[in-house]
T-cell receptor
């Protein structure tokens, strides 16, 4: 079974530029999460989708961050404009609707904002 | 709201020694508890989880953890460290499982294993 795929793996941009990250969850997984992991901290949930609907985006900085999950499969997370403090690893995770299923994580995208 | 405390940022042990990584949680309702491991430049991998039932949980790679409600703790242990255990370890709490789970992570502990 293929895992959660993310691209790009690394991205360097200057502040005020825009950037987008892509995630392809495990086939059949209805729920998809985006986490932000700042160096030295644990991952923090930004947004949770179930199919193509948003379940929780309470911690998403909506003035600059946006995310979508068209057709309930792939998802993109966008930052516009980026700030220095957005430098972090952005992790995507997915899980199925079955019982006590676990979240499976992708390898992440490391963003550096200069 | 729930939270996780992982005291210290770095633990160093000798190969073959006991590994003990501490985790304390705060939750208003009975929590679901998780330990994840992260190797360099990789995503998080689930080591073990406590949902209900037996409070001693066994996971992959010889790790286990015990849920102690009275101490609000979920410490991770392994009897004998191996060089391949060197990684970052995260404790997490959720109020639900499966598709409704929302994980709150601790800040993580880096485990080093000395030869």
């Amino acid at each position: 079974e293929a895992g959660v795929a993310q691209s790009p793996r690394y991205k360097i941009i200057e502040k005020r530029q825009s950037v987008a990250f892509w995630c392809n969850p495990i086939s059949g997984h209805a729920t998809l999460y985006w986490y932000q992991q700042i160096l030295g901290q644990g991952p923090k949930l930004l947004i949770q989708f179930q199919n193509n609907g948003v379940v929780d985006d309470s911690q998403l900085p909506k003035d600059r961050f946006s995310a979508e999950r068209l057709k309930g499969v792939d998802s993109t997370l966008k930052i516009q404009p980026a700030k220095l403090e957005d430098s972090a690893v952005y992790l995507c995770a997915s899980n199925s609707l079955a019982g006590e299923s676990e979240q499976f994580f992708g390898p992440g995208t490391r963003l550096t904002v200069l | 709201a729930q939270s996780v405390t992982q005291l210290g940022s770095h633990v160093s042990v000798s190969e073959g020694a006991l590994v003990l990584l501490r985790c304390n949680y705060s939750s208003s309702v009975p929590p679901y508890l998780f330990w994840y491991v992260q190797y360099p430049n990789q995503g998080l991998q689930l080591l073990l989880k406590y949902t209900t039932g037996a409070t001693l949980v066994k996971g992959i790679n010889g790790f286990e953890a015990e849920f102690k409600k009275s101490e609000t703790s979920f410490h991770l242990t392994k009897p004998s460290a191996h060089m391949s255990d060197a990684a970052e370890y995260f404790c997490a709490v959720s109020l639900d499982t499966g598709a409704n789970s929302k994980l709150t992570f601790g800040k993580g502990i880096t485990l080093s294993v000395r030869p």
